[in-house]
């Protein structure tokens, strides 16, 4: 999962503290290794969820996140 504190200020800086879903707990969120990183864990967990899920990719993207999230 990560640093929870790392987590945690993260959520805060970009939600704000004060954030409705944060006070909920309504938030989950995880630490990856950088960009490519997270996207290959959301490329697998849409994979488990959904075999025939389907992912956009804007245009222009990195060279290497469309083999990234095929794989």
Avoid: Y
Avoid at 23 to 29: I, S
Avoid at 41 to 50: D, F, H, M, Q, T
């Amino acid at each position: 999962q990560g640093n929870q504190g790392f987590i945690d200020g993260m959520l805060s800086l970009l939600l704000g503290k004060t954030s409705p879903v944060l006070l909920a707990d309504r938030v989950a969120a995880v630490q990856a290794p950088g960009g490519c990183g997270a996207l290959r864990i959301l490329s697998e967990l849409l994979a488990r969820c959904n075999d025939n899920a389907k992912v956009w990719v804007s245009d222009p993207t990195w060279a290497n996140h469309i083999p990234l999230i095929g794989s």
